[in-house]
């Protein structure tokens, strides 16, 4: 089955804490991006990778780290000097489509929350 | 700048009523313009898209769009709503150029509740 997966679902983390959300796809695309959702507030982009051992920061990159090793794999890093990262954090790819546009699909997402 | 505006947060419809999500957008050139469903803890998934050609989409679950340059729009419609359609829809543009090129900008979303 084709598709991208985060783990875990849900994420609990004290004060101070890092912590790493996995993203996997087996899609094989070449881009792959991270977005939080807030309520009321739709998505933001944290960061995203165009290829393999390349990323760019989104809209608010700040308190967060990223990698591209591999071309299925995305993890983010949410570290310390994040304020407020209680959210739902969304993980996507995308692919060109012929003579369209490149098409974003969405994993199923991490629940994050701040102890 | 390129945003996006869904103006209305939350609209309720009867099951069975006529629905049109609203969705303006600014943007220098010609957009891409995608619509995506939520359903409550899930991703999101794709309904439908538009690039170029015709300017009335039809997309998955009974879905259309038209887009009206003039009106800079991309109005989301379904002729018979169905309770499982309650869920939060979002319209995107996606970047057609540069270095975020695929990069897509998304509105708020409206969250659609279906009466019995």
């Known amino acids: 089955d084709g598709g991208i997966t985060q783990s875990p679902k849900y994420l609990f983390r004290k004060e101070g804490q890092n912590v790493t959300l996995s993203c996997e796809q087996n899609l094989n695309h070449d881009a792959m991006y991270w977005y939080r959702q807030d309520p009321g507030q739709g998505l933001r982009l944290i960061y995203y990778s165009q290829i393999v051992n390349d990323f760019q920061k989104g809209d608010i990159a700040e308190g967060y780290s990223v990698s591209r090793e591999k071309k299925e794999s995305f993890p983010l890093t949410v570290t310390s000097a994040q304020k407020n990262p209680t959210a739902f954090y969304l993980c996507?790819?995308?692919?060109?489509?012929?003579?369209?546009?490149?098409?974003?699909?969405f994993g199923p997402g991490t629940r994050l929350t701040v102890l | 700048a390129q945003s996006v505006t869904q103006p209305d947060i939350h609209i309720t419809v009867s099951e069975g009523a006529s629905l049109e999500l609203r969705c303006n957008y600014s943007y220098g050139a010609t957009p891409y313009l995608f619509w995506y469903v939520q359903s409550p803890g899930q991703g999101l998934q794709l309904l439908l898209k538009y690039f170029s050609g015709d300017t009335l989409v039809q997309g998955i679950k009974g879905f259309e769009a038209e887009f009206k340059r003039s009106q800079s729009s991309f109005n989301l419609r379904k002729p018979s709503v169905h309770w499982s359609d309650a869920a939060e829809y979002f319209c995107?543009?996606?970047?057609?150029?540069?270095?975020?090129?695929?990069?897509?900008?998304f509105g708020k979303g409206t969250k659609l509740s279906v009466k019995p």
């Open positions: 995107a543009v996606g970047e057609r150029y540069g270095g975020s090129q695929g990069n897509l900008i």
């Open positions: 996507a790819s995308s692919s060109p489509s012929d003579g369209g546009p490149d098409t974003q699909y």
